[in-house]
């Protein structure tokens, strides 16, 4: 199932399916992206980072890719299971100086439903 | 490792009432966030310091919002006097000094102004 985040800020898929959430981030002077899985009644959780020299980066059944032409931003999620039913978001780091740590940006974020 | 700890996790208000929110970072981490999330919406920065210093402050309605972060560690942030608008979710997170560095949330308190 595939998703793309504002558009379509619900994605249903069937257990043990790929998924793949969509985000389009604001500004191309954006360096640093984060995805974040957050489950109801709970704070943003880290799932994956990456950096703009970067283009895919790999975790545990997770990918992030990075179009940095056209400034969009993916979650592949490998055999999804149940427990990856919550919300993601995409974040961006906006911050300009180096003291200035992760300023976060946030997406709208999207509501991944997985169905056994 | 302990995580970003917030209280009260739930609280609720009358309008033109006062509240405060305490958080207590993740030991070590010189950067502090507050973020207001409103139902359905990703969250939104409202203050970070780095330290016990403000680094962005732009987004917060410093008419009524306020926060500190004395002695560089815990932090408050207070809202007086509160509107319904005010209704959201305000998440805390912490990271390591530095730029594109990852930032940990806590749990949240969900804040009901009636």
């Known amino acids: 199932g595939e998703s793309v985040g504002l558009h379509l800020p619900t994605l249903s898929v069937q257990e043990g399916d790929n998924s793949i959430i969509n985000c389009a981030y604001s500004n191309s002077a954006s360096d640093y992206f984060i995805w974040y899985k957050q489950e109801s009644g709970k704070g943003p959780q880290f799932i994956i980072d990456i950096r703009s020299n970067m283009d895919k980066r790999q975790g545990q059944r997770v990918t992030v890719l990075l179009n940095k032409t056209v400034k969009h931003l993916s979650l592949q999620i490998a055999a999804t299971q149940p427990g990856d039913s919550a919300v993601y978001f995409c974040a961006e780091n906006m911050g300009a100086k180096e003291t200035s740590g992760s300023r976060l940006t946030f997406g709208e974020g999207t509501q991944l439903t997985v169905n056994p | 490792e302990a995580g970003v700890a917030q209280s009260p996790r739930y609280k609720i208000i009358e309008k033109r009432q006062s509240v405060a929110f305490w958080c207590n970072p993740i030991s070590g981490h010189a950067t502090l966030y507050w973020y207001q999330q409103i139902l359905g919406q990703g969250p939104k920065l409202l203050i970070q310091?780095?330290?016990?210093?403000?680094?962005?402050d732009s987004q917060l309605p410093k008419d009524r919002f306020s926060a500190e972060r004395l002695k560089g560690v815990d932090s408050t942030l207070k809202i007086q006097p509160a509107k319904l608008e005010d209704s959201a979710v305000y998440l805390c997170a912490s990271s390591l000094y530095g730029r594109n560095t990852e930032a940990f949330f806590g749990q949240g308190t969900r804040l009901t102004v009636v």
């Open positions: 310091f780095q330290n016990n210093g403000v680094v962005d």
